[in-house]
């Protein structure tokens, strides 16, 4: 679901086809996907080529500006087609409408619908609706939406993968963050919503699935007596066929024994933990308003290391958020090389309208943030090139996703210690693999952030 490049003539098409593009995070494409499902309800067909649509769909991210400005672009860049073929529609949703609402039907007339992340499930009807409409053709009013049903979802990830969105929006106040403005406040789905969707998607040939919320560790916290994070995932661990669940986006505040005890006891659960936490300074921690110091993460980090020995940490850092001197960096660079976390990202602080942050003084220099992320990448690269060589002649379970996207002669899959998309890959180069099957791979290289590796024994599958 990524943009590709227009070239320009007209081909035949059906009058009920849709071309979707989804940006920004995973949280999304579950939006993506259920747009997409709904669409198939009414007898819309998914195509992969732009051409071929009648329906151009592009679901949008707007939490940074350069997010904003990659939507921007990818509308621009869909908007061309319409050139050479003025019957066809383009809709954009999702987080840029909700964001900056009735700016847009005036800067983008190449658009015919503005769907927002509330309004998103009722697009079948719009366009049922859409000879009648008046300008603007603006839809993002609707009251935030809680997935309190099961939706249909048309699957745009591998099909032994997917993702669960568990709960929508965020209650926390961190001072750089436009997502509760956005999003709204956190909202849990229901436990018996969550379960028939897992089954739904193991009944499909899922047998991976990434927990996403925008703080998957507060579930259960805005529902009185509701479960948690622990009981969901204890309910997950009995659907015939999932083999792995991986939790994504938590928060370092939650990190609770009876989650780590859950986690430790059930093998399903992968032995892996997202939680970003975005610096090392208790000062910086302060000002971002986090809500942990320094000596909190450490302990969580102890705590998950002592029930989870084998435990892969994936976090994300900021660098050059207001008034961060040498001093916060260093103490932050001090944290990447104590923890050596298993993956880790790194973003420029990005300066977002409506954001307290925006005000706060004083700026750091954009190239100076970009000097002290080079450092940490170059850091974390170290990490990773030393742990994935001791992977080295060692045989793991992969799930192995498919054909690699650089080569057609090789396979490609993923650790239990991967997440999709963001933490690395293993290629496959000899043996006989079933995709979507987790297999016996044994490594025999290291790359800078993948590996490379040989099926082991026999059985059925696709030869390398």
Excluded at 89 to 118: K, M, T
Aim: net charge neutral; proline share 7%.
């Amino acid at each position: 679901m990524n943009p590709k490049t227009p070239t320009l003539k007209t081909e035949n098409r059906k009058p009920k086809t849709v071309f979707p593009i989804s940006l920004g995070c995973p949280k999304n494409l579950v939006d993506t996907e259920i747009m997409l499902g709904h669409l198939r309800q009414e007898g819309w067909e998914v195509v992969a080529e732009p051409m071929a649509a009648s329906l151009l769909l592009v679901n949008t991210c707007a939490f940074i500006a350069s997010a904003s400005q990659e939507a921007v672009d990818t509308i621009l860049e869909m908007a061309r087609y319409k050139e050479d073929d003025p019957g066809k529609r383009l809709v954009v949703a999702g987080c840029l409408v909700q964001r900056y609402g009735g700016e847009l039907p005036a800067q983008f007339s190449e658009v015919d619908l503005f769907i927002g992340v509330n309004d998103f499930p009722l697009l079948p009807r719009i366009l049922q609706d859409f000879p009648g409409l008046e300008e603007p053709r603006l839809f993002h009013g609707a009251s935030p939406f809680d997935y309190a049903a099961a939706q249909p979802r048309y699957p745009a990830t591998p099909r032994a993968s997917a993702y669960l969105k568990i709960a929508e929006g965020c209650s926390h106040r961190c001072t750089y963050c436009t997502i509760p403005a956005i999003r709204g406040p956190l909202r849990s789905r229901s436990l018996d919503t969550l379960l028939a969707e897992a089954q739904a998607l193991a009944a499909s040939g899922v047998k991976e699935l990434n927990l996403v919320a925008q703080d998957t560790t507060a579930y259960g916290r805005d529902r009185q007596g509701a479960p948690g994070l622990p009981e969901l995932l204890r309910e997950l661990c009995v659907i015939p066929g999932l083999e792995w669940l991986r939790v994504l986006y938590g928060h370092p505040a939650r990190i609770t024994t009876e989650l780590l005890e859950t986690m430790a006891s059930n093998p399903q659960i992968c032995p892996y933990l997202d939680l970003p936490i975005q610096h090392g300074h208790d000062e910086m921690l302060r000002r971002m308003g986090r809500g942990y110091t320094r000596q909190d993460f450490l302990s969580a980090c102890r705590l998950i290391r002592d029930f989870i020995p084998q435990a892969a940490l994936r976090t994300t850092v900021m660098v050059g958020f207001p008034g961060e001197t040498e001093e916060h960096f260093a103490a932050l660079f001090d944290l990447v090389q104590e923890v050596r976390f298993e993956h880790l990202g790194v973003f420029l602080y990005s300066p977002e309208e409506g954001t307290p942050a925006a005000c706060f003084a004083p700026q750091v220099p954009r190239r100076l943030a970009r000097k002290r992320a080079r450092i940490i990448k170059t850091l974390q690269a170290r990490i990773v090139k030393e742990r994935l060589k001791s992977l080295k002649g060692t045989v793991q379970a992969v799930l192995v996703e498919g054909l690699s996207t650089e080569s057609e002669y090789l396979l490609t899959g993923r650790l239990i210690t991967q997440a999709p998309e963001i933490d690395g890959q293993v290629y496959i180069t000899a043996g006989e693999a079933r995709i979507g099957e987790i297999q016996p791979v044994r490594l025999i290289r290291a790359l800078p952030y993948d590996l490379v590796g040989e099926v082991v024994g026999g059985g059925s599958g696709e030869r390398i």
